[in-house]
């Protein structure tokens, strides 16, 4: 799954494409024999346990900008091809930036595009307001999802009930919320989906500002999900730094020796537990913020293919 936000040439670079490079982007996928399907369908394969093709291709776009409307969409649409909008109805709503009006939206429905939950007003929702329980916290993110999620509905009649986390940043106790609410939570940390991806943490491919380059690109829809069989420690709010990253998982189709882990620019070095479970634990403390472990590993039977896990990590 690909993650974009503005399709432009005079926004932050971090978060853009030009409308060149997302045409350069979809001409490969189309070159290359990829197939793009809409969101719906993966979620609907996830949640009935069917395999996911190894060139399917999902593509996404977050945080309401009006470029995706102006720039994006009409590209897409000469390409035929399927895509979600995440929106946060009350930057809609209060014209914060330059957002898409529900005209806009309402437009881009009637095309076909699915339109999907960011938060009602792309909150850092992990974070409590001063004097806040951890009660009283659930309950104001609970109705900010089931807020939003009712004005989406309203304006375009879609209830997806699919929730892109702002920022990409989530801990244990947003997810079983999530869960519990019925919802999906789409995640910004990259990796590739399979049967086992949590469906309340779907990682998504940034496919902007220097992931744009189709060598980097090329590459990363050349990617396997890992078969994770146990999250041994991977919440993402951080309670020891440097955190340890554990996983359980089947390694029928990559060798151990091979998986490599890097935390930024640095290797660490995989410590098997027993023949399926390995920890990893960067050097140094990371960084205030977001920041990530990155593992993979070639794969055995698909030449030219690696197998991608990226564990986010959120130290606030």
Known sequence: MLIYHHVASDTPRVSSVTATEL???LQYLQDHNFKVIGLDVLIDQLKQGKPIADNAVVITFDDSFENNYTTAHPILMEFGYPYTIFISPGSIDNKVGP??????VRKMAADGVLVANHAMNHEHMTERENGETEADWLARIKQ???TAEQRIKEETGQSHRWLAYPYGEFNNQLEALVKKLGFVGIGQQSGA?????LLSRIPRYPAAGQYAELADLSQKLRTLAFDITGYLSANQQISDNPPTLRLTLNITDFLPEQLRCYAGTEALEPKWLNDNTFEVTASKPVNRGRSRYNCTAPSLSKKGYFYWYSQ???NN
Request: zero cysteines; charged letters at 10%.
């Open 312 to 314: 986010p990590w959120l």
């Open 23 to 25: 045409r350069q982007h």
């Open 99 to 104: 957002v898409l009006s529900w005209d806009q």
């Open 193 to 197: 989906i399979g049967s086992s991806t």
């Open 144 to 146: 900010n999802i089931l």
